[in-house]
């Protein structure tokens, strides 16, 4: 059944691999995907390792319902400590990896050690075996996963990558699968590059039985409709998330010029529908693909029309890859967008971070803090398509001393070049921001600068809030499945009650997290989309577990609190929940009328942040309180349960 | 619905607009067997990742059915109330000349029950349908089929001349 | 198999509105009624205008700015805070 999947342990040090059950205990506490992998994190390493040396643990996952009938199954969740930040490593993809490792009979992966040469995992129906992947090393993202097909002869293996980026130990190299799907934040593709582990493949024809299969197919019938009928979730099905453009540049919520603009003017180009004119120019009327079981299909097929890589074939691009390589670096053109993207992913290669770097490299050029010698001559000004191309490939072949500079990271790469540069690095903990501007919108800044693997937009970011809900609607999500009767507000200008908004949305993304299903399936982008107690009833009629929305809201919980212990365990203080100044000290200069002069508050955002430790219970330092670790059951770690 | 109009129903596969999720795969081994294995559904998708191109294959109920034909038993019939070739397990030796002569590779084995496995058209509702909200499969008279591919390459053509008419203004 | 009581997603469902969208100034954020199949629409509330794009034939959604006007727009509406200040 969903719940009999196997945690390998697998040591590429001393090639040895062990295969143990999951016991049901644990499955009740952490469920599996990301909660199950921040708890054997925690449990599996030592403090203040090197986390490219071969003490770090790769933790690689499906979800709990990961290939059932819950729509979009799909996600895979990979951890390690982050060689980006030092603290917390986690990303998670789509595609049809996570699915396949559960038909080959696996939930979750922990890799330890270093290969003395460069290997791959060949897993399939119960079966480990590592393999020699010498002739694999210099492979990009997809020749990697073709290749392996050839040679194990089966075109139906799904394979996790590294490109030549996770090779470097690119420190924000990522894990993809597929052609653009992608773990792509905190480096787990430098993590494994340092192992030497060029792949991870599988192939699986193993049941999955499903607890109650005749009511789980109508109730998923149900789920579907539920999500498809929202106009959010028809928006992304045809425009894919570049359509979260068209709700954020109007108004001015795009850092343009690195963080100089909140707003790119007249980038009309890049807009989603431009983006999916090109796609239906270049691929057909029906240029939209979707991940493993799911019907929004938010995934844009395209081919570059033009320029030096016409005609490649890649997916997406998406909302990210509008701002890493059209709003930050202030280009305007689609190609541009297109050819980063096309670029980022065969080379394996964080493009959020890559754009971000690279914009930030760009204010340095023009404040004359690197020159032209730091470039080696590239003219690297904003809006220079070319220079913003080039760095790419130098960022993910370390060449040069800038693109070296920058593959170490921000943090290390403002120590490499020195003088004022650190003022100009967007980051919260080491970690570049998405190209949302959070100026006029403190529960999006709340969120990013409190989100456990350092500035990421999709650990808690109560999206729902830009669409200035009636307080009453709002009140009917926040309070459920645990009670709030504090303040909401509808104006996302606002401070009042959003850091019970940011709380609820950690919880809930955690809580999918774990299930292995996709955000977007989830009170996310729309109000209308499933949570808590739709959840309660897909693991019960799948898995046959059965969980109040209350019991999973406190598995989440009690996983973020895993989190939180690891990332103090590893240093963390209540300073680096924060912002870097400009969001305080620079006042929005675009967009509507009201959002100019906007910036962050830092009394009130200090007041958040306390607010938000409240509803988590921690302390003032951001500590989980004994008490809260004694009720979620916690306060013996490690605890090594598996 | 009358038995006529089921007996000329057909599964109808417009790869284009299928998206490739596999969500039909997923739908048919649980409805079938009860569990997620792709490996059991009877219908499967053929994936070109690298150009985007996924094509839904599985038993076109032929009339002259080669399966039918090769069977020495004579297990394999053809069910005239549903328009479908069906299976009789009773009969069935699991000898496997079905999959081999089938020349959509429709006829799967099942490595778990051991036994050949292919559509039933789940008795006159297909699930898979059912779930393809994009209608890369729909389940249709056999005679609406070419009017509607003929509806779609019209559709084509017509903007492609269009198109063709743009440039040769243009020039 | 039917449950008794309605979910939250269900119940907010019924709220659905279609042929119209909020507008996207953030002081303003009213709902638009967009005349079928226009491409530009301005805000009857607050004036800024917006490009639209059509999802379906009764859902419209904001593509962009109409940058000239809503620019022009936000400049004086800075202006006016700024003299309003200067008369404090």
Partial sequence: MALNRKIAYIDLSKGKIETRPIPLEVRKLYLGGRGLDAYLL??????????????????????????????????????????????????NMGGFFAPELRWAGFDHLVIKGRAERPVYLWIHNGEIEIRDASHLWGKSTTETQWAIRKELGDEDIKSAVIGVAGENLVRFANVMTGIKDAAGRTGMGAVMGSKNLKAIAVRGTMDIKIAHPVEALEYNKKFITQITSAKVSQTQGRLGTPFIWGATNPWGGVRTRNFQYNQHLY?????????????????????????????VHCRAQYRIPSGPYAGVYDEGPEYTAQGAFGGEPECRSAITVLTGNHLSNQ????????????????????????????????????????????????????????????????????????????????????MSNLHSDERATPALALGIATASR????????????????????????????????GPLSSDHREYLGKPWQVFWQE??????????????????????????????????????????????????????????????????TREHDWLVDRYFDEPCRRGAPDVIGAKIDREKFKKMID?????????????????????????KEPSHLL | MAKEAMANKVLMIDYQKCTGCRLCELI????????????????????????????????????????????????????????????????????????????????????????????????????????????????????????????DAAQRFSSAQKTAAAIQAEM | MEREVMSTAESLAKTRTYGKFRCHNPSCMERITVPPGATRVKCPHCGLEWRVYWISPDFPRIRGPVWDVNQKLAQEAVAKKAKRKEGK
């Fill in chain 1, 42 to 91: 925690y449990n599996h390493t030592e403090p203040n390792i090197d986390p490219l040396g071969p003490d770090n643990v790769l933790l690689v996952s499906a979800g709990i319902l990961g290939a059932t009938l819950a729509s979009a199954t799909s996600r895979t969740h990979i951890m390690a400590k982050s060689p980006l930040t030092g603290f917390l490593g986690s990303a």
């Fill in chain 2, 28 to 151: 048919c081994s649980v409805k079938h067997e009860g569990v997620s294995n792709p490996s059991r559904s009877r219908i499967k998708i053929m994936k070109w990742e690298s150009e985007g191109l996924y094509v839904p294959m599985s038993c076109q109920q032929c009339q002259d059915a080669p399966c039918v034909a090769v069977c020495p038993v004579k297990a394999l019939t053809r069910d005239e109330t549903l328009g479908r070739i069906v299976v009789d397990y009773d009969v069935c030796i699991g000898c496997r000349a079905c999959v081999a002569v089938c020349p959509f590779g429709a006829m799967g084995f099942d490595h778990i029950d051991r036994k050949v496995i292919k559509c039933d058209l789940c008795d006159g509702d297909p699930q898979c349908v059912r779930f393809c909200e994009v209608g890369a499969l729909e389940y249709v008279e056999a005679e609406r089929v070419s009017v509607l591919k003929q509806r």
């Fill in chain 1, 267 to 295: 980038a009309d180009d890049i807009e989603a529908e431009r983006l999916d004119e090109i796609a239906t120019e270049t691929i057909g009327p029906y240029h939209m693909a979707g991940c493993f079981g799911c019907q």
């Fill in chain 1, 454 to 485: 350092g500035s990421d937009h999709l650990r808690s970011r109560p999206a729902i809030d830009l669409y200035h809900l009636p307080e009453e609607v709002l009140r009917k999500v926040y309070s459920n499945p645990i009670s709030y009767s």
């Fill in chain 1, 347 to 430: 080379y394996g290669l964080d493009l959020l971070e890559a754009g971000s770097l690279i914009s930030w490299a760009m204010e340095l050029y023009e404040e004359g803090i690197l020159t032209s010698k730091d470039t080696d001559g590239l003219d690297l000004r904003f809006g220079n398509d070319e220079a913003l191309i080039e760095m790419i490939h130098r960022i993910a072949n370390r060449k040069g001393w800038l693109g070296d500079a920058l593959a170490e990271g921000g943090l290390r790469a403002a120590e490499k070049i020195g003088k004022d540069s650190i003022k100009y690095l967007i980051h919260v903990k080491g």
């Fill in chain 1, 611 to 635: 607010e938000y430790y409240e509803h988590h219970g921690w302390d003032e330092n951001g500590v989980p309180r004994p008490e809260t670790l004694k009720r979620l059951g916690i306060d």
């Fill in chain 1, 507 to 572: 919880t809930c993304y955690m809580g999918v997290d774990c299930l292995g299903i996709c955000k977007y399936h989830t009170t996310f982008l729309g109000a209308t989309l499933p949570n808590f107690e739709d959840w309660s009833r897909v693991l019960y009629l799948n898995t046959g577990l059965e969980m109040s929305p209350t019991d999973i809201w406190t598995v989440a919980e009690r996983a973020c609190n895993i989190e939180r212990l690891y990332n103090i365990r590893e240093g963390l």
